[in-house]
């Protein structure tokens, strides 16, 4: 499976360069894509907190929130969001 593969590189990556936004960002999209939230959203959350991953890691958050329907975390990670990216 393609996807595993790729999942293995980005937890390679991320062994060497832990706050590596790119593969942050990769691997929770990579796990929301086969359904993992909970792997996602760890690693989101892991991305909100890497230098520069703020943005990008809150609106993941908020995604998984949401198809978990967990609503009111879903709207308060998207504020997150547009409080630190108004534009």
Do not use: C, M, W
Request: aromatic share 6%; net charge negative.
């Amino acid at each position: 499976n393609l996807r595993d593969e790729a999942i293995a590189a980005y937890r390679e990556i991320l062994a060497r360069r832990p706050d590596d936004v790119d593969a942050l960002q990769r691997l929770a999209t990579l796990y929301y894509s086969q359904t993992r939230l909970t792997e996602a959203l760890a690693t989101a959350e892991r991305l909100a907190k890497a230098p520069g991953g703020a943005v990008p890691g809150y609106a993941l958050i908020g995604i998984v929130h949401h198809d978990d329907h967990k609503f009111d975390r879903a709207i308060a990670a998207n504020e997150k969001v547009l409080e630190l990216d108004p534009d």
